[in-house]
């Protein structure tokens, strides 16, 4: 059987089609512990040839938390031009209050996550942290503290955010992200929940448009049939390039790997393939077992 989209070993053959690069990272260029294999050395071939890279995550905290993290794991800052963050985009919209929704949100935050993502609001002298739901205006959203926490550890917490009527920010629409080559709930999971018991929720990061706009700009406004997206997660890799109007790669070995019976770095069978993308509504360019050039 033919794959419904070209399976690819690497970004070497289509390279040439794109001077800009929109690079996810969980699950594409590392698994929260360390890169994977072939990464450093495609960004650096990538470097070489001249095209521009904007790393582009999920990750609930600021740009510079972000790319601190990179380096301490062996990617240095010279191996892409820009780095944006669905944190960043929170901390700017709690910043700017820049529409309705934000504008109306009160001074009192409820923070449900670690304290690692503090850096979405802590540096906000109008935005004050408290201690329980009943005490807030609204809830902010980054995610599990734990690794092996699931939503039904976050229902009652949720339950009286909800009861309070507090809107919820979600500085992290992925549902799941790979650790360590483990899938561990994300942010996105506690809001999805949230919004099925009738929560207001407002999401910043992928797939929606304003993170790709702004990728657009960090790249220099090239054209964007010059751009590829790379991710690992149809529900907001592929569907925010779609969205977005850009060529995407999808990388297989990532969050739908089980899905697929392929770990990272082995091609899928066309078979499996085709079942999953028939089963979304989100279609790639392009398929890779992972972020490699050959």
Excluded at 88 to 100: K, N, P, V, Y
Excluded at 192 to 205: E, M, W
Aim: charged fraction near 25%; aromatic fraction near 6%; proline fraction near 7%.
């Amino acid at each position: 059987m033919t794959a419904p989209v070209p399976l690819i070993p690497g970004l070497a053959g289509i390279a040439d089609r794109y001077d800009g690069f929109i690079l996810d990272l969980w699950g594409v260029v590392h698994d929260g512990v360390k890169p994977y294999d072939g990464v450093v050395d495609c960004l650096t071939t990538l470097r070489r040839l001249g095209k521009r890279v904007c790393l582009l995550s999920n990750a609930p905290r600021r740009i510079a938390a972000a790319a601190g993290k990179l380096t301490a794991m062996g990617v240095p800052s010279d191996l892409y031009d820009a780095l944006y963050t669905s944190g960043e985009a929170s901390f700017e919209a709690l910043r700017d209050r820049s529409d309705a929704w934000h504008a109306a949100l009160g001074p009192k935050l409820f923070h449900i996550g670690p304290p690692r993502d503090n850096d979405v609001y802590d540096s906000l002298a109008d935005r004050i942290r408290v201690d329980s739901p009943e005490a807030a205006d609204f809830v902010i959203n980054t995610g599990i503290d734990d690794y092996e926490e699931t939503v039904d550890d976050y229902d009652p917490v949720l339950r009286r955010c909800l009861a309070q009527g507090l809107p919820m920010l979600c500085a992290n629409p992925d549902l799941v992200v790979v650790i360590d080559q483990e899938l561990v709930i994300c942010a996105g999971e506690l809001a999805r929940h949230y919004a099925t018991l009738g929560g207001d929720v407002r999401y910043h990061g992928k797939p929606h448009a304003p993170v790709y706009r702004r990728c657009f700009d960090l790249l220099g406004g090239m054209a964007t049939s010059r751009i590829l997206a790379v991710g690992d997660s149809l529900r907001t890799d592929v569907a925010g390039a779609n969205a977005a109007g850009i060529d995407s790669l999808f990388i297989t070995g990532g969050i739908h790997r089980e899905e697929l019976g392929a770990p990272l770095g082995v091609l899928p069978e066309p078979e499996k393939l085709a079942d999953l993308l028939a089963n979304s509504a989100h279609r790639p360019t392009w398929a890779a077992p992972g972020l490699r050039w050959a």
